[in-house]
């Protein structure tokens, strides 16, 4: 009998979370989609999404730290130009964050991102010329 009841509440928890996911998929904005899914989450698995979100970022923070400094020098430049596209990406965010925002705090802060993706850009080109150069021959 107690398996039955435990049964029953996994599937309806798990109802539960497809019916958030769906609804993630159908809700054109980002944040209400996330907001659905971790719901889903919470629904499914009992565990806060603050928890979710927090596990998340902690994984991306050890997966980049493992991943940048496994890279050998010959995948820096090529590594380099993407990362300048994906900050090229967040300028367009950030600008977007800048000039639509209603709220004084996500202007700020879009200013800072534009800021900071400035700087990676640039820094980003200067090093991949430096380490092209280093692969011309040199002049007599």
Do not use: C
Not at 91 to 112: D, H, K, P, Q, T
């Amino acid at each position: 009998m107690e398996q039955n009841g435990t049964l029953e509440r996994a599937i309806e928890q798990l109802e539960q979370a497809a019916a958030a996911v769906r609804l993630a998929f159908q809700d054109e904005k980002a944040a209400q989609a996330a907001d659905a899914i971790a719901a889903g989450a919470h629904a499914a698995t009992g565990v806060d999404p603050f928890i979710f979100r927090f596990a998340i970022f902690v994984l991306a923070i050890f997966v980049g730290y493992y991943v940048v400094w496994s890279v050998t020098p010959a995948l820096h430049t090529p590594l380099m130009a993407v990362t300048n596209a994906i900050s090229s990406v967040i300028i367009v965010g950030a600008l977007l964050a800048v000039g639509i925002s209603v709220s004084g705090a996500a202007m700020g802060f879009g200013f800072i991102a534009v800021i900071l993706a400035s700087v990676n850009i640039f820094g980003g080109f200067l090093v991949t010329q430096r380490m092209l150069a280093m692969y011309k021959k040199k002049e007599k």
